[in-house]
């Protein structure tokens, strides 16, 4: 089965290391080859935004202030957003222009076909199978959403597991960020 055209899938990281915040944005065809990459330069926030933002200064950071910006910036639009930040999927899951997922790797045996999916304990939470080899990746949707958008987004994650590994996007992201932060990288 040959990728459908158009399809392309997008990739959320946030980087909090100690008191620097910093984001991406990786959309990827089918086959894991870029269409597009935004970043955030890496936000420190003084002592006095620490005192005056109080509790609320993490979340403004995260949710106004880099994945607002990547949301906008992004000019290639994914079928959907991946993230592998739980945080995250609330605020996507009312922003984004495309559903939001959380994926995350498991160790659990493979179940038996490709597309299985298993509910699990925890709200929108589901194993799925999406090669016929791995371990079932770990799926979360937002609270509410509906059977038949589960099954859609299962779909996706299966079509784009036949010609490249769903995960390893993220780690890309986190070694572009660092070969930036580095000096590596100038735009």
């Known amino acids: 089965m040959s990728p459908q055209k158009g399809l392309a899938l997008g990739y959320l990281r946030?980087?909090?290391?100690?008191?620097?915040?910093?984001?991406a944005a990786l959309v990827t065809d089918f086959r894991g080859i870029p269409l597009d990459f935004r970043y955030t330069e890496p936000i420190s926030p003084t002592r006095l935004e620490r005192i005056l933002y109080?509790?609320?200064?993490?979340?403004?950071?995260?949710?106004?202030?880099?994945?607002?910006?990547?949301?906008?910036?992004?000019?290639?639009?994914?079928?959907?957003?991946v993230c592998n930040?739980?945080?995250?999927l609330e605020?996507?899951?009312?922003?984004?222009?495309?559903?939001?997922?959380?994926?995350?790797?498991?160790?659990?045996s493979p179940l038996d076909a490709v597309g299985e999916m298993v509910p699990q304990p925890e709200a929108g939470a589901y194993l799925?199978?999406?090669?016929?080899?791995?371990?079932?990746?770990?799926?979360?949707?937002?609270?509410?959403?509906?059977?038949?958008?589960?099954?859609?987004?299962?779909?996706?994650?299966?079509?784009a597991a036949a010609s490249m590994e769903l995960l390893e996007p993220f780690a890309r992201i986190k070694r572009a960020l660092e070969a930036v932060a580095a000096g590596e990288i100038t735009e």
């Open 85 to 88: 930040d739980r945080k995250l």
């Open 128 to 159: 799925v199978q999406v090669d016929p080899i791995s371990a079932p990746l770990k799926l979360i949707v937002p609270v509410g959403t509906g059977e038949d958008a589960v099954k859609s987004v299962a779909s996706i994650l299966i079509e």
């Open 14 to 23: 946030l980087i909090e290391e100690g008191n620097l915040f910093q984001g």
């Open 91 to 108: 605020f996507l899951e009312e922003h984004a222009a495309c559903p939001p997922i959380f994926l995350e790797s498991t160790s659990y």
């Open 54 to 81: 109080g509790d609320a200064l993490d979340v403004y950071i995260r949710e106004e202030v880099i994945l607002e910006s990547l949301l906008k910036a992004v000019e290639v639009k994914p079928s959907l957003w």
